[in-house]
């Protein structure tokens, strides 16, 4: 009842954004052409796998395991890939002393990484809306404006739980929590963003607002460094999304749920592992340290991102 072509851009574009998730996580300290050797095996080979278990008709999808637009099938794929790269690549330099201490990293530019937030939040109505496949018959049509009205009720409620949680818990109104619940909201109702009230997607994003602020402090005291959070983000709050589907659609169980994410995360985190660790074998996977302090742009591609910040001798 739809192109097959747009069937499978829409996949590609998934994917990407399943890539994309680990790029984040492996910021400022791998080396571009082994990150582009995984890109190579996890949406060629890991991301096509799971996928198929449930889109494509495998035996996800035949025990019942629901996941609209990807809670599970594309966010917490790339977190799960992230994390098995985290762990091979270690934590950036002067991020974490011998003491246990915790040196928080600043991003360069917030201004920025704010306005990245609000174009994900656009295109997420691409993301899920453009789930419902098809807008060729009322029933669709109707869907398709469900969605996009719980998908922004989910993000509004993450952004307002994890500034009010950061304001409590740091005393300060902090911004990288704001944008990441905004985020994590979005990813919490990606699972099923056609079921629930504007309501209760309101307050799916919100949980998944307070998760991932505690998931990205509890991160950083196990010293696994993710510049972005997006494990947390993306892992964590995909998980809740996918467990939190049976609240408001019978047709879903808890039990194929909880089966269907750990067969997720767990078939591609321990793929994943296995590549990064042939890649750092093979070719190395992470920089020298004296390329990482003077910046992976110019180490690997010749370029400096942020000229502004040169000192000119």
């Not at 300290?29 to 996928?51: D, H, Q, S």
């Not at 174009?119 to 869907?143: P, V």
């Not at 998760?211 to 998980?239: C, F, M, Q, R």
Request: net charge negative.
């Amino acid at each position: 009842d739809h192109s097959l072509e747009s069937d499978f851009f829409f996949q590609v574009v998934f994917v990407a954004t399943a890539m994309s998730i680990v790029s984040g996580a492996v910021a400022e300290r791998m080396k571009l052409f082994a990150f582009l050797a995984f890109a190579v095996v996890l949406t060629g080979f890991i991301y096509p796998m799971e996928g198929y278990w449930t889109w494509g008709g495998g035996f996800l999808s035949e025990m019942g395991f629901v996941d609209f637009a990807g809670s599970a099938i594309v966010h917490a794929t790339g977190a799960a890939a992230a994390l098995a790269g985290v762990l091979v690549l270690g934590p950036r330099k002067g991020k974490y002393g011998k003491d246990g201490s915790i040196h928080a990293i600043p991003g360069a530019n917030m201004p920025l990484a704010t306005l990245g937030t609000f174009i994900l939040w656009m295109g997420w109505f691409g993301f899920n809306g453009g789930s419902e496949l098809k807008m060729s018959d009322i029933g669709s049509a109707n869907n398709v404006a469900q969605v996009f009205v719980n998908t922004n009720a989910a993000a509004a409620g993450g952004v307002i739980a994890a500034l009010i949680l950061a304001k409590l818990w740091f005393r300060k109104a902090d911004l990288t929590m704001a944008l990441n619940g905004a985020l994590a909201g979005l990813v919490a109702i990606t699972a099923d963003p056609l079921s629930p009230s504007a309501l209760g997607a309101a307050i799916i994003g919100a949980v998944g607002g307070l998760i991932v602020v505690a998931a990205i402090v509890t991160l950083d005291k196990l010293k696994l460094d993710d510049p972005v959070g997006a494990i947390s983000v993306h892992g964590v709050v995909g998980i809740w999304g996918v467990l939190a589907v049976p609240l408001n659609n019978g047709d879903a169980s808890f039990g194929a749920q909880l089966i269907g994410i750990v067969g997720i995360f767990g078939w591609v985190f321990i793929a994943s592992l296995v590549v990064w660790l042939v890649l750092k074998a093979v070719m190395g996977i992470r920089v020298s340290e004296e390329e990482e302090y003077e910046g992976v742009d110019i180490a690997e591609c010749g370029l400096e991102a942020y000229p502004e910040f040169s000192v000119k001798k």
